[in-house]
T-cell receptor
Framework: GESVGLHLPTLSVQEGDNSIINCAYS??????FIWYKQESGKGPQFIID?????DKRQGQRVTVLLNKTVKHLSLQIAATQPGDSAVYFC?????????FGKGTRLHILP | ETGVTQTPRHLVMGMTNKKSLKCEQH?????MYWYKQSAKKPLELMFV???????ENNSVPSRFSPECPNSSHLFLHLHTLQPEDSALYLC???????????????FGPGTRLTVT
Protein backbone atom coordinates (compact mmCIF):
# COMPACT_ATOMS: atom_id res chain seq x y z
CA GLY A 1 0.00 0.00 0.00
CA GLU A 2 0.94 3.64 -0.03
CA SER A 3 3.13 4.66 2.82
CA VAL A 4 5.86 7.10 3.50
CA GLY A 5 7.58 6.60 6.79
CA LEU A 6 10.43 7.85 8.86
CA HIS A 7 12.79 5.68 10.81
CA LEU A 8 12.75 7.71 14.02
CA PRO A 9 9.94 9.78 15.55
CA THR A 10 12.44 11.88 17.53
CA LEU A 11 16.05 12.91 16.93
CA SER A 12 18.25 14.84 19.36
CA VAL A 13 21.32 16.61 18.02
CA GLN A 14 23.96 18.80 19.64
CA GLU A 15 23.92 22.40 18.46
CA GLY A 16 26.56 22.84 15.78
CA ASP A 17 26.57 19.18 14.74
CA ASN A 18 25.10 17.89 11.50
CA SER A 19 21.62 16.32 11.54
CA ILE A 20 20.50 13.46 9.34
CA ILE A 21 16.80 12.69 9.11
CA ASN A 22 15.78 9.57 7.23
CA CYS A 23 12.69 8.55 5.34
CA ALA A 24 11.63 5.34 3.60
CA TYR A 25 9.03 5.35 0.86
CA SER A 26 7.24 2.42 -0.70
CA UNK A 27 5.89 3.54 -4.08
CA UNK A 28 8.29 2.81 -6.92
CA UNK A 29 6.26 5.11 -9.18
CA UNK A 30 7.15 8.16 -7.11
CA UNK A 31 9.34 10.54 -9.06
CA UNK A 32 9.20 13.67 -6.94
CA PHE A 33 10.07 14.06 -3.27
CA ILE A 34 9.82 16.95 -0.86
CA TRP A 35 11.00 17.76 2.64
CA TYR A 36 8.86 20.00 4.82
CA LYS A 37 9.60 21.64 8.16
CA GLN A 38 6.84 22.35 10.66
CA GLU A 39 7.57 24.60 13.61
CA SER A 40 5.31 24.77 16.62
CA GLY A 41 2.11 26.66 15.86
CA LYS A 42 2.77 26.84 12.13
CA GLY A 43 1.90 24.90 9.03
CA PRO A 44 4.49 22.82 7.15
CA GLN A 45 6.98 24.85 5.12
CA PHE A 46 8.81 23.67 2.02
CA ILE A 47 12.54 23.10 2.55
CA ILE A 48 13.86 21.33 -0.50
CA ASP A 49 12.72 18.95 -3.22
CA UNK A 50 14.32 16.41 -5.53
CA UNK A 51 13.25 14.61 -8.67
CA UNK A 52 13.95 10.95 -9.29
CA UNK A 53 16.49 11.67 -12.04
CA UNK A 54 18.80 13.07 -9.36
CA ASP A 55 20.42 11.43 -6.34
CA LYS A 56 21.53 14.57 -4.52
CA ARG A 57 20.45 18.16 -4.28
CA GLN A 58 21.87 20.92 -2.11
CA GLY A 59 20.30 24.02 -0.68
CA GLN A 60 21.39 26.47 1.94
CA ARG A 61 22.71 24.29 4.80
CA VAL A 62 20.49 21.42 3.67
CA THR A 63 21.14 18.47 1.38
CA VAL A 64 18.65 15.86 0.23
CA LEU A 65 19.87 12.43 -0.84
CA LEU A 66 17.75 9.98 -2.80
CA ASN A 67 18.50 6.28 -3.11
CA LYS A 68 15.93 4.80 -5.46
CA THR A 69 17.39 1.30 -5.17
CA VAL A 70 16.34 0.99 -1.55
CA LYS A 71 13.61 3.67 -1.68
CA HIS A 72 15.32 5.86 0.86
CA LEU A 73 15.37 9.61 1.24
CA SER A 74 17.40 11.63 3.71
CA LEU A 75 17.70 15.24 4.76
CA GLN A 76 21.01 16.50 6.04
CA ILE A 77 21.20 19.77 7.95
CA ALA A 78 24.67 21.21 8.40
CA ALA A 79 25.70 22.97 11.62
CA THR A 80 22.35 22.53 13.31
CA GLN A 81 21.01 25.66 14.99
CA PRO A 82 18.28 26.21 17.63
CA GLY A 83 16.01 27.53 14.88
CA ASP A 84 16.12 24.12 13.22
CA SER A 85 14.05 22.67 16.05
CA ALA A 86 10.86 21.43 14.39
CA VAL A 87 9.09 18.39 12.96
CA TYR A 88 10.41 17.34 9.55
CA PHE A 89 8.20 15.51 7.03
CA CYS A 90 9.13 13.78 3.85
CA UNK A 91 6.55 13.51 1.08
CA UNK A 92 6.37 11.73 -2.25
CA UNK A 93 4.36 12.20 -5.41
CA UNK A 94 3.62 8.86 -7.14
CA UNK A 95 1.73 10.55 -9.94
CA UNK A 96 -1.41 12.29 -8.88
CA UNK A 97 -1.06 13.54 -5.32
CA UNK A 98 1.41 14.13 -2.53
CA UNK A 99 1.66 11.57 0.27
CA PHE A 100 3.18 12.66 3.57
CA GLY A 101 5.12 10.68 6.15
CA LYS A 102 4.58 10.85 9.90
CA GLY A 103 7.43 13.19 10.71
CA THR A 104 10.57 13.30 12.86
CA ARG A 105 10.83 15.79 15.69
CA LEU A 106 14.31 17.33 15.80
CA HIS A 107 15.50 18.47 19.24
CA ILE A 108 18.56 20.69 19.48
CA LEU A 109 20.69 20.16 22.57
CA PRO A 110 22.64 23.16 23.90
CA GLU B 1 4.04 34.63 5.65
CA THR B 2 3.47 31.76 3.20
CA GLY B 3 0.73 33.55 1.25
CA VAL B 4 -1.95 31.27 2.71
CA THR B 5 -4.06 32.53 5.59
CA GLN B 6 -6.51 30.64 7.75
CA THR B 7 -9.15 31.82 10.20
CA PRO B 8 -9.86 31.26 12.96
CA ARG B 9 -6.55 30.03 14.39
CA HIS B 10 -8.28 28.33 17.29
CA LEU B 11 -11.84 27.04 17.58
CA VAL B 12 -13.68 25.26 20.37
CA MET B 13 -17.09 23.92 19.49
CA GLY B 14 -19.70 21.63 20.93
CA MET B 15 -20.94 18.59 19.08
CA THR B 16 -24.19 20.31 18.14
CA ASN B 17 -22.60 23.50 16.84
CA LYS B 18 -22.13 24.60 13.24
CA LYS B 19 -18.98 26.48 12.35
CA SER B 20 -16.86 27.21 9.30
CA LEU B 21 -13.12 27.37 8.69
CA LYS B 22 -11.83 29.81 6.12
CA CYS B 23 -8.73 29.72 3.95
CA GLU B 24 -7.44 32.33 1.51
CA GLN B 25 -4.42 32.12 -0.77
CA HIS B 26 -2.70 35.14 -2.30
CA UNK B 27 -0.36 33.19 -4.58
CA UNK B 28 -2.43 32.91 -7.75
CA UNK B 29 -2.53 29.12 -7.44
CA UNK B 30 -5.20 26.99 -9.08
CA UNK B 31 -5.47 24.15 -6.56
CA MET B 32 -6.43 24.19 -2.88
CA TYR B 33 -6.48 21.45 -0.26
CA TRP B 34 -7.81 20.62 3.18
CA TYR B 35 -5.71 18.36 5.42
CA LYS B 36 -6.31 16.99 8.89
CA GLN B 37 -3.30 16.70 11.19
CA SER B 38 -3.69 14.54 14.29
CA ALA B 39 -1.01 13.73 16.82
CA LYS B 40 1.42 11.01 15.72
CA LYS B 41 -0.31 10.46 12.38
CA PRO B 42 0.66 11.53 8.87
CA LEU B 43 -1.14 14.44 7.29
CA GLU B 44 -4.49 13.19 6.03
CA LEU B 45 -5.70 14.66 2.77
CA MET B 46 -9.41 15.46 3.00
CA PHE B 47 -10.40 17.44 -0.07
CA VAL B 48 -8.80 18.79 -3.23
CA UNK B 49 -10.15 21.57 -5.41
CA UNK B 50 -8.70 22.24 -8.84
CA UNK B 51 -9.92 25.34 -10.65
CA UNK B 52 -12.82 25.45 -8.14
CA UNK B 53 -13.88 21.90 -8.97
CA UNK B 54 -13.64 19.24 -6.29
CA UNK B 55 -11.35 16.55 -7.64
CA GLU B 56 -10.85 14.47 -4.53
CA ASN B 57 -12.81 13.50 -1.45
CA ASN B 58 -10.89 11.02 0.62
CA SER B 59 -13.85 9.25 2.23
CA VAL B 60 -14.42 12.16 4.56
CA PRO B 61 -17.59 11.99 6.72
CA SER B 62 -20.45 14.19 5.58
CA ARG B 63 -20.22 16.27 8.75
CA PHE B 64 -17.35 18.00 6.92
CA SER B 65 -18.54 19.99 3.93
CA PRO B 66 -16.09 21.93 1.74
CA GLU B 67 -16.87 24.94 -0.39
CA CYS B 68 -14.67 26.65 -2.97
CA PRO B 69 -16.37 29.77 -4.36
CA ASN B 70 -13.28 30.80 -6.34
CA SER B 71 -9.69 29.74 -6.77
CA SER B 72 -8.51 31.97 -3.91
CA HIS B 73 -10.96 30.97 -1.19
CA LEU B 74 -11.75 27.67 0.46
CA PHE B 75 -14.12 26.91 3.31
CA LEU B 76 -14.71 23.88 5.48
CA HIS B 77 -18.18 23.81 7.01
CA LEU B 78 -18.48 21.78 10.19
CA HIS B 79 -21.59 20.39 11.85
CA THR B 80 -22.36 17.75 14.47
CA LEU B 81 -18.68 16.92 14.90
CA GLN B 82 -17.33 14.26 17.23
CA PRO B 83 -14.56 14.63 19.84
CA GLU B 84 -12.26 12.52 17.62
CA ASP B 85 -12.49 15.27 15.00
CA SER B 86 -10.35 17.45 17.27
CA ALA B 87 -7.16 18.16 15.31
CA LEU B 88 -5.22 20.79 13.41
CA TYR B 89 -6.88 21.53 10.08
CA LEU B 90 -4.47 22.76 7.46
CA CYS B 91 -5.21 24.45 4.18
CA UNK B 92 -2.71 24.40 1.33
CA UNK B 93 -2.48 25.65 -2.22
CA UNK B 94 -0.38 24.77 -5.24
CA UNK B 95 -0.02 25.40 -8.92
CA UNK B 96 -1.26 22.16 -10.42
CA UNK B 97 0.41 21.21 -13.67
CA UNK B 98 -1.43 18.92 -16.06
CA UNK B 99 -2.23 15.45 -14.85
CA UNK B 100 0.83 15.06 -12.66
CA UNK B 101 -1.02 16.39 -9.69
CA UNK B 102 0.49 18.71 -7.16
CA UNK B 103 4.08 19.59 -6.74
CA UNK B 104 5.11 22.04 -4.07
CA UNK B 105 2.29 22.94 -1.71
CA UNK B 106 2.14 26.07 0.42
CA PHE B 107 0.45 25.64 3.78
CA GLY B 108 -1.44 28.00 6.00
CA PRO B 109 -0.85 28.07 9.78
CA GLY B 110 -3.85 25.85 10.47
CA THR B 111 -6.92 26.02 12.67
CA ARG B 112 -6.64 24.17 15.97
CA LEU B 113 -10.08 22.63 16.45
CA THR B 114 -11.31 21.21 19.74
CA VAL B 115 -14.68 19.46 19.84
CA THR B 116 -16.18 19.17 23.31
Amino acid sequence: GESVGLHLPTLSVQEGDNSIINCAYSNSASDYFIWYKQESGKGPQFIIDIRSNMDKRQGQRVTVLLNKTVKHLSLQIAATQPGDSAVYFCAENPGDKIIFGKGTRLHILP
Amino acid sequence: ETGVTQTPRHLVMGMTNKKSLKCEQHLGHNAMYWYKQSAKKPLELMFVYNFKEQTENNSVPSRFSPECPNSSHLFLHLHTLQPEDSALYLCASSQDIGDRGAYEQYFGPGTRLTVT
